[in-house]
């Protein structure tokens, strides 16, 4: 789930112009909120999940999509620390 919404992040704030395709884009994003709708997530997860889709969506602010998928990154560690 992590990992789907990383590379999602990287077709919307791609290193390179013109980096990824829009169909690319769109099939990422795709893949990033069929995974993240899993009902096994911990509602946690699914919560900062959630958040980092919308500011990655957004497309704006590369540094707020950032910050938000470490917030999802330190979640999902939570929850595998609590095992």
Do not use: K, N, W
Not at 18 to 36: K, M, N
Not at 53 to 73: I, K, N, P, Y
Request: aromatic content about 6%.
């Amino acid at each position: 789930m992590l990992v789907s919404i990383a590379v999602y992040q990287a077709a919307v704030f791609p290193v390179t112009a013109f980096g990824v395709s829009e169909e690319e884009r769109v099939a990422r994003r795709g893949v990033a909120y069929r995974v993240c709708a899993h009902e096994g997530l911990p509602q946690a997860v699914r919560v900062s999940a959630a958040a980092a889709l919308e500011a990655v969506d957004q497309g704006v602010d590369a540094e707020r999509a950032h910050a938000a998928v470490r917030a999802l990154s330190l979640a999902v560690y939570d929850q595998r620390a609590a095992r």
